[in-house]
């Protein structure tokens, strides 16, 4: 182990081929448990092949639902899924904040959201934002993150998009390709704002194509929201060439 790497450890082999299930393993000492763990899960599926490498994300903040129903019951299917390249799914980041409804963590009281980069030997939050910083990312082509407006507020469905510059023109039209794929009811087209603690700065660090959206609010779950964020999916991974089979529908036209 490097003086850099991380202290989260798993049980699942990134390079293995097939489709494997695990659990990213967060140490956690604390009064009841001296050699405690967090335990994080996820899957991955692996054809083993060239293909594109995408990591799909929820949970960074623990009240907000459509992304990991849908991104759970993505890895359901997950088994017999024909795609080529990777699938890294992890439908619940923040996993103490997601298992007690709460938009920050109620261990270390973290935001994860703006705990980036991290550190190795930080607390738990920080430990997982060092994690996707130094361990998923340097992995991932494409990268979503799912978002809903949590508790505090209801977000209409958007998709949030920061193309890569224009000097680079083939890499930008491929982002606004997968834009367009998605096709959100809106998208809203921003910059970083000079915010660097985010999980977007993190990707934009790691030259990372990156995806993010909200999609509904007040801590539960709105069945158009959940179907937008499947479907928009479905057309996202079918355009990169993951999936091969159509999408169910077309993507409908975006409002910017």
Known sequence: MTAT??????DVDFERKGFQTGMLRLPWSHDRSAYGHIPIPLAVLNAGDDGPTVLLTDGNHGDEYEGPIALMKLMQRMPTLAIRGRLIVIPALNFPAFANGLRTSPIDGGNLNRLFPGARHGKPMEMIAHYVE???????DVVFDFHAGGASFDHAPTLLTSPPASDNAGRRAHYL???RAF???????????GEDRTFAAAAERHDTLFLCGEFG???????????????GLERVL??????????????????Y
């Open 134 to 140: 130094t361990e998923l990312l340097p992995r991932a």
């Open 5 to 10: 790497a991380s202290l989260i450890s798993t």
């Open 177 to 179: 390709d997968l834009v």
């Open 238 to 255: 079918h355009r990169l060439g993951v999936i091969e089979a159509m999408p169910s529908n077309k993507a409908p036209a975006t409002r």
């Open 217 to 231: 609010g007040h801590a539960g779950c709105d069945k158009a929201n959940l179907a937008i964020v499947e479907s």
């Open 183 to 193: 096709g959100a009811p809106n998208t809203m087209v921003m910059d970083l704002l």
